[in-house]
């Protein structure tokens, strides 16, 4: 009983209730009512997901088809039918050749997947068989003050992953110490807020593209005599820049929609400035920065893929592109396997700030 109400507990306060209710139907513990929502939270969403695939293996199906036939069709005009026969029976054969490149179907996104695995196993690998060849000459190195060799080989799919996920923490970090200081003096200050008004309205709209050449121009100037590679440096200002307008906007209204009798015990206690915001405004205003924050966070993955593409960060931006420029059987697949990484990662995410903002506030949020 204690562990079922633990599980409950935990389930809801990260926003993922629908384990809790998984367990209780599988035990035999929901009544009427609760099985209604289970056929509605539960079953319903399943079904969904078998229509979508459905619907995305006859889509792929279909343009299969048409592709297959325009270049049977294109042989027979332009080399005769003889061509257009061998065409038909290489297509038929499924050689990876003459195959049409278009939408791939759900059994190929997942070939592609177990491929992206397969290859990152090896990678790592020769990762570790590199770093037990060179554990002796580094040590001597490192003793001798040089620097140690360091394997340079294309990175895996997984890698790339974790580098995105560094950019984007990184990114959001940027965003949090930029905006939420600035948020509270904006919104302690009606004088602030009349400055920084114009401010805000102008940048807040700006394109990724246009920060990341903004970030660009700075960055390669101030690290004009380095030899390090600053792209990650340019893609993680880039995606904070981009991203923190949310959370500076939201914390500003949570810090000036304060019940103004707080303030007033506040003066009446005579508590500092300091003492004023950390006990007093900052936690009335968590909810509101707390969607900020979850906003800024949700933009920051978003944009991150395009500004990892410009600034050739090896991540999934950088990935995705690489795989469109290769054009490869296999590189659509491999394009659909990390769009649903991404999304996927996305969603992680947002139940990951949820997560924070129950344990630290005293609302707790519902996910939806």
């Known amino acids: 009983m204690k562990a079922s109400i633990t599980l409950g507990k935990v389930t809801k306060f990260m926003g993922l209730g629908i384990f809790k209710t998984l367990s209780d139907l599988f035990t035999g513990k929901l009544d009427k009512t609760e099985l209604k929502n289970v056929l509605r939270k539960v079953i319903v969403p399943l079904a969904s997901i078998l229509l979508f695939i459905g619907l995305w293996h006859l889509g792929a199906k279909a343009l299969y088809n048409i592709e297959a036939e325009f270049k049977i069709e294109k042989a027979l005009n332009e ?12 297509i038929a054969s499924d050689d990876s050749t003459c195959q049409p490149n278009t939408l791939p179907s759900p059994s190929q996104v997942w070939a592609s997947y177990k491929s992206l695995l397969k290859d ?5 690998a020769d990762k570790a068989a590199f770093k037990e060849k060179t554990a002796a000459l580094n040590a001597k190195r490192v003793e001798e003050g040089k620097a140690a060799i360091t394997y340079t080989g294309r990175p895996s799919f997984v890698d790339q992953i974790f580098r995105s996920l560094q950019t984007v923490f990184a990114g959001f970090l940027l965003a949090l110490l930029i905006a939420v200081p600035l948020g509270i003096f904006i919104g302690l200050s009606p004088t602030l807020k009349s400055a920084f008004n114009w401010f805000i309205q102008i940048f807040k709209p700006v394109s990724p593209v246009v920060w990341y050449l903004l970030v660009f121009m700075i960055v390669k100037t101030l690290l004009i005599d380095s030899n390090e590679d600053s792209s990650f440096t340019i893609s993680f200002i880039s ?3 981009c991203s923190m307008w949310a959370t500076l906007v ?6 000036s929609s304060v019940d103004k009798d707080y303030i007033n015990v506040a003066e009446v206690l005579k508590l500092g400035n300091f003492q004023k915001i950390f006990k007093v405004v900052l936690p009335s205003s968590l909810p509101l920065i707390f969607t900020g924050l979850k906003i800024t966070l949700s933009v920051a993955w978003m944009v991150l893929i395009a500004i990892e593409l410009l600034a050739q960060s090896p991540g999934l931006g950088l990935f995705v592109w690489e795989e469109f420029q290769n054009g490869a059987n296999d590189s659509n697949a491999k394009i659909i396997v990390a769009m649903f990484v991404i999304g996927i990662i996305g969603f992680l995410l947002d139940r990951l700030m949820l997560t ?8 707790k949020t519902d996910a939806i």
């Not at 924070?356 to 609302?363: R, Y």
Request: proline share 0%.
């Open 79 to 90: 080399q005769g039918q003889v061509e257009a026969d061998k065409l038909d029976a290489c």
């Open 120 to 124: 990152h196993n090896i990678i790592r």
């Open 239 to 241: 995606v904070g820049l």
């Open 250 to 255: 939201n914390t500003a209204m949570g810090v």
């Open 356 to 363: 924070i903002q129950n344990a630290v506030s005293f609302d």
